[in-house]
């Protein structure tokens, strides 16, 4: 067992009556009795992210009595947010998200102590907040934490619990425990930043982090316990549109450069650069992709100028709201190219700015000039020409 | 012999929305050459510029990781599951 509670101090120690009555249904089961709940309390768990995984992992931690939990994001409650990360209510919305949790997770168990880091974790404190943790719990949203997490796990020696979602589609497992593989055993490098979506472009069914972050709040309690047989080794797939579980196999891989047999990363590193997604922040006119301001556009529209404006969203997402362009998904741009004409100078957008930059990168390729990526996409054009388009 | 290839969600719009495909490859790389011939755009998530598969990306025989059995050129048989695994690192929206 890798974690600190076999470490029990041998003198007694005591549930009260009021934890006896809390914890009942735990009590009367034999595998875990009086016995694992001490174990639960004794327990410290770090959090890391308090969003859409992290929401059933840290309600069900406290209600089970894991006795000290640590909470690690520096965001605020949006709105967007409230369609899964049900930590959160609505009266929330502005106060930062550790603060938020914390407040209703001691509503929850006012017996455990909660901690709030409201800070952004980064190589230079990652070792320091884990170090006083028994597990780490990876519920974050991108490449470069996946990383640091897994990083920092294996030179403390502590065990991770991973989940990760994308529309759909879950993953679980626990990396980081004695013997078994870690998360650049299954993933040596990143992919380059663009090529996966992330939630924020691709979406997510809100009750998919519930069921998944659930997964972790149980794999982290059966750690504690000791009971059982933990996710390790087994990376569990999970697809909620066929609702089929998977179960691939993982090993540790002797090469590894974390967790190898002869380790090239004895510290922590810059995952930004890892990740390339260093100076992504600042993209004014970036690789070449001229960039036009949402004023600019509606400026030139009401000008009377010939703007073709190429939409390259979703269609669901068109129905949201739109510029009435014309829609061509970038994934079927490829294809569907020659219904467009090069000669009109074009306003690409999306969202945000992103995947026009990707669809225009690939309109310069076949022979495409007169290109402007809308810097912002929609959502820039709800902030500075119609307020009243809503944003998602 | 027919074998399954699933698509991972984040790649389905590269592969005409498609969660899986019936082929009859002999190898693994023959089943992925099947998927990428038709659909060009995912051949450049699958792959990097000199052909290899890309390290964000692992492919599954079944339930084993064919980096650990014989690569691309691991055998395929009737009723086996391919399944290109991609990472994922979503939480929350952020």
Redesign the interface.
């Known amino acids: 067992m890798a974690i600190r509670t076999d470490a029990l101090p041998k003198q007694e120690v005591k549930l009260s009556k009021e934890e006896i009555l809390r914890y009942s249904r735990h009590l009367i089961m034999p595998e875990v009795a009086l016995e694992g709940q001490l174990k639960l309390r004794q327990a410290k768990v770090l959090m890391i992210?308090t969003?859409?995984?992290?929401a059933p992992l840290g309600l069900y931690l406290a209600a089970a009595g894991v006795g000290h939990l640590g909470l690690v994001d520096f965001?605020v409650v949006d709105f967007?947010?409230l369609q899964?990360?049900v930590t959160f209510s609505t009266s929330d919305v502005g106060h930062p998200k550790t603060e938020a949790a914390k407040a209703r997770l001691s509503a929850l168990n006012p017996a455990i102590k909660i901690e709030a880091f409201e800070t952004r974790l980064t190589s230079e404190n990652a070792l320091e907040l884990f170090r006083d943790f028994d597990l780490i719990v990876?519920?974050?949203?991108?490449?470069p934490t996946?990383y640091l997490v897994n990083d920092a796990c294996i030179l403390l020696g502590k065990p991770n619990v991973y989940?990760?979602?994308?529309?759909?589609?879950g993953?679980a497992t626990v990396f980081g425990y004695p013997g078994g593989p870690c998360y650049r055993c299954?993933?040596?490098?990143?992919?380059p930043p663009g090529?996966?979506?992330?939630?924020?472009e691709?979406g997510?069914l809100g009750v998919l982090?519930g069921i998944v972050g659930a997964i972790q709040a149980m794999e982290t309690i059966k750690l504690i316990l000791g009971a059982g047989e933990p996710l390790v080794g087994r990376?569990l797939?999970f697809d909620a549109?066929?609702m089929r579980f998977?179960?691939?196999?993982?090993?540790k891989n002797p090469a590894c450069p974390v967790c190898g047999e002869h380790p090239t990363v004895t510290k922590l590193i810059d995952y930004e650069e890892f990740c390339g997604i260093r100076g992504e922040e600042a993209p004014a006119v970036t690789n070449g992709i001229p960039e036009i301001t949402a004023r600019e556009v509606k400026a030139r529209l009401d000008r009377g100028d010939d703007l073709f404006i190429l939409d390259v969203r979703e269609p669901h997402e068109y129905q949201i709201c739109n510029l009435k362009g014309k829609l061509i998904?970038?994934?079927e741009l490829?294809r569907r190219v020659h219904e467009l004409d090069s000669s009109r100078e074009m306003v690409v957008h999306c969202r945000s700015g992103k995947r026009s930059a990707d669809a225009i990168q690939f309109l310069q390729t076949a022979g495409f000039k007169k290109l402007w990526n809308l810097k912002g996409g929609v959502l820039a054009w709800a902030d500075e020409v119609d307020p009243s388009m809503p944003k998602y | 012999m027919a074998v399954k290839l699933m698509i991972?969600?984040?790649l389905r719009?590269?592969a005409g929305k498609q969660?899986s495909i019936e082929c009859k490859p002999g190898t693994v790389g023959e089943a992925l050459g099947t998927l990428t011939s038709s659909y060009?755009?995912l051949r450049k998530?699958l792959y990097t510029d000199d052909g290899k598969i890309?390290?964000?990306v692992?492919v599954?025989l079944n339930?084993?990781?064919i980096r650990?059995l014989d690569k691309e050129n691991t055998r395929t048989k009737d009723g086996d599951t391919i399944?290109i695994?991609?990472?994922?690192?979503?939480?929350?929206?952020?």
């Open positions: 992210g969003g859409g995984l992290g965001d967007t947010n899964r990360q990876d519920g974050t949203d991108n490449f996946r989940g990760s979602i994308f529309r759909f589609e993953q299954l993933y040596p490098e990143p992919p090529l996966v979506p992330s939630c924020a691709g997510v982090p990376l797939l549109l066929g998977r179960e691939l196999k993982l090993r998904p970038l994934g490829p | 991972p969600t984040p719009q590269f969660a060009a755009e998530h890309r390290s964000f692992n599954y339930d084993e990781d650990f399944s695994v991609p990472s994922i690192a979503g939480g929350s929206r952020k």
